[in-house]
């Protein structure tokens, strides 16, 4: 994200932007929305809506935040020009923000209710213990991520008191198992860097072909999670249009990523794959309206 603004109020607002990643945040607060539509079965309230995305947004901020302050000797060698080393932000405003976002998510989740922020102070927990003590643990870590990332829509499901849907935990599912297996071939990516952080990753213990035949195995458990579902008869024939082609199109990248001969080739297979479920979550959302009316 890039801010015109020029002279310093621009310098920092652009080293606030590279700090928190926005992308992820916004990603983040999209899904836990995703989950209450999902879990409610129609549009919620917008109150409860904008509360459940502020909620994703900040406290997925907050741990991005968080990560440059723990990771702050590793990128003074790997990545100086990162905004901490880099004196961009000062260890004092990198303080003030991940106290700033870590209260405004906790006050968005009390603000629906006890459940919600019960929800979301254990999932800041684990972001936090993963930035401070488990990044470097392999597997564990690369699990407690992708535990993150599905349970934006737990969440969302469960402010709408949705959890009884069954759609909910098979997109937590879907969610967790396609994270773990991109955690995982990210590693196989950065082997470099994990080796200088002494990190237990799959592809630095097992090697880089191994961590890569992982992830498609998990692509393929990614599919057979899909196919649910339609096995229980919770979604229509109509809903095979959004399936298929995502399910198609995973089996490809990853195939195409279990190949790829360079770093830069599989991390840019790892962006597309995420586009790909990305456009399966908003496809899904988009295409509901009309399945429904048709069964």
Known sequence: MQFPIPGPIGDKARAIADLIKPELPLAAGICVVAGEIIGSGGLPAPYTALLGFLTGFFVSGSAMISNDFFDLEVDRINHPMRPLPSGRITIAELTLLTFIFTAVGFLAAALLGPQALALTILIWIIG????????????????MVALSVGWTFIFGGAVVDGLA???????????????????IAGGAMDVKGDDKRSARTIARIYGKR??????????????????????MGWL?????????????AVLYLAEKLRASQTDEEGRRRIRQLY???TFLVIAFIAVKPVCELSV
Do not use: Q
Not at 128 to 133: C, D, E, F, G, K
Not at 167 to 180: E, G, K, S, T
Not at 236 to 248: E, K, Q, W
């Open 128 to 143: 936090i213990l993963y930035n401070w003590r488990y990044k470097e643990s392999g597997l564990l870590g690369n699990a």
């Open 165 to 183: 849907n069954g759609m909910i935990w098979i997109f937590a599912a879907l969610a967790f198992v396609f994270d773990l297996g991109e955690e």
């Open 210 to 231: 191994h961590a890569l035949n992982i992830s498609g195995l998990l692509s393929l458990l990614f599919v057979a999670i899909g196919t649910i579902p339609f096995v």
């Open 236 to 248: 229509s024939s109509c809903y095979l249009a959004v399936f298929l082609p995502v399910d198609l």
């Open 275 to 277: 586009l790909v479920v």
